[in-house]
């Protein structure tokens, strides 16, 4: 079992920026890889951005590429979102979640938090 808990979530204004925070606790040991997703109103959940935590390599979705960041630190099992240029389509609830070593899919999910972006 893997436990996530999210924060940094809030509203701002379009330009603006946002830091999300995502620590893992639990069984930890096998961490595959992390990654951020989203859900909006009306809409199925997407994904955002994701990072191997053996190599740190990244992949974004292409709306968010250039704009995003997502990073890690294994020490702290913990997994950032840098979100700038942020735009009212960016609005939605950010998920972070967990992928194992012995798995081909996300398993464990955070609760969640909120990003709105006013124009």
């Known amino acids: 079992q893997v436990n996530l808990v999210e924060s940094g979530g809030g509203s701002v204004q379009a330009g603006g920026s946002l830091r999300l925070s995502c620590a893992a606790s639990?069984?930890?040991?096998?961490?595959?890889?992390m990654g951020w997703f989203r859900q909006a109103p009306g809409k199925e959940r997407e994904f955002v951005a994701g990072i191997t935590w053996s190599t740190g390599s990244r992949t974004y979705v292409d709306s968010v590429k250039g704009r995003f960041a997502i990073s890690r630190n294994n020490a702290r099992n913990t997994v950032y979102l840098q979100m700038s240029s942020l735009k009212p389509e960016d609005t939605a609830v950010y998920f972070c979640?967990?992928?194992?070593?012995?798995?081909?899919?996300?398993?464990?999910w955070g609760q969640g938090t909120q990003v709105t972006v006013s124009s």
């Open positions: 639990g069984r930890t040991s096998g961490l595959a890889a």
């Open positions: 979640a967990v992928r194992l070593v012995v798995s081909t899919q996300y398993d464990y």
